[in-house]
């Protein structure tokens, strides 16, 4: 098990909210779905910070309205 974080950044590098803080998860592959309209109303370009462990990824995400 590992101790996982997901961040959402705006385009400029900006925390805009917090997905999932310090959930320890097994292993394997996970499917997970937010609102984006109640956490960036705005439309635009936004990245999903991953991070577990030593390792992070980015994800670019496209919101239009």
Do not use: C, R, W
Request: aromatic content about 10%; charged content about 15%.
């Amino acid at each position: 098990n590992s101790s996982v974080n997901i961040q959402l950044y705006d385009v400029t590098g900006k925390l805009i909210n917090t997905l999932m803080e310090n959930q320890n998860l097994k292993a394997d592959n996970y499917n997970l779905k937010y609102d984006l309209n109640s956490i960036a109303p705005s439309s635009g370009i936004y990245f999903v910070k991953i991070s577990s462990g030593n390792s992070s990824s980015y994800h670019k995400v496209i919101k239009a309205n």
